[in-house]
């Protein structure tokens, strides 16, 4: 479903925005294997990764995501928000995860192990918005650090906005490094946004979550259409709420 709100259009489909990515020559290798669940995708996702994420096709702030997990054998574990579960084969946990979709669309997702920093994962988010003269800027970049023992990094999930660049380093990262992970998060960002726009040249605003796996390599879970100004405003770096709510005046989104 595509919607238009403030000035900007939303488009709630995360599976749809992954076969976008996925049509991309360019971003297709920063992509986590995706598959839209059922149990013939669910056997092959599981008996290939060791950890694989069970998402909702439609939801926001991280609700409805689940962490599954291999254990031993056949028998796997599975998270999703404070509740933790075990099922002893495939066709046993493709029965339970069923009943948490109750008829829902889902998708099944390569699990990414997050770097940490301080011991709490992190992910990036990279935000791009349109200009008055409609060109696709970087207007952000920032971390979302997860709580411990949580299955997401989402703010609304009990995740704290962080500043890139201390977190970065608090990761063991050296200047050089850091800078090069932002310019590819910037780079990476317009990319996204170009191949969106190639799908519907009404989006106007788009924040990426990116994560950086434990060998150092980016990989984009998510693309938001309608990304939250209000909690950058948690960041120290004031400036960030500002830029990005200044973009969002040109297009209707804030006054």
């Excluded at 254990?71 to 495939?90: C, D, L, Q, W, Y």
């Excluded at 999930?157 to 380093?169: D, V």
């Excluded at 994560?211 to 960030?240: C, H, M, Q």
């Amino acid at each position: 479903m595509i919607r238009k709100g403030g000035g900007s259009l939303a488009l709630k489909n995360k599976w749809k925005k992954t076969k976008w990515l996925l049509s991309d020559r360019t971003l297709r290798r920063f992509v986590p294997e995706t598959k839209l669940f059922n149990s013939s995708s669910l056997a092959d996702m599981t008996k290939r990764y060791k950890m694989v994420y069970f998402k909702p096709t439609r939801g926001t702030g991280g609700n409805g995501i689940a962490r599954i997990t291999r254990i031993r054998g056949k028998a796997f574990r599975f998270k999703i928000n404070e509740r933790t579960a075990e099922a002893s084969s495939v066709q046993s946990l493709f029965g339970k995860l069923k009943k948490i979709a109750r008829g829902r669309s889902y998708m099944l997702q390569r699990g990414i192990h997050l770097q940490t920093a301080r011991g709490r994962p992190f992910d990036f988010r990279a935000m791009v918005q349109k200009s008055r003269r409609g060109k696709w800027v970087s207007t952000a970049v920032f971390v979302k650090l997860g709580k411990r023992n949580k299955v997401v990094t989402n703010y609304h999930q009990g995740g704290k906005l962080a500043l890139a660049e201390p977190t970065l380093r608090s990761a063991g990262y050296n200047e050089a490094q850091i800078r090069r992970y932002l310019r590819e998060l910037k780079t990476l960002s317009l990319q996204t946004a170009r191949c969106f726009d190639r799908k519907n040249p009404r989006f106007k605003e788009l924040g990426l979550d990116v994560a950086l796996d434990r060998k150092g390599r980016l990989w984009i879970l998510e693309v938001n259409t309608r990304p939250n100004f209000y909690a950058l405003k948690k960041l120290p770096d004031k400036s960030i709420h500002r830029t990005v709510v200044r973009y969002g005046k040109a297009y209707g989104r804030t006054r």
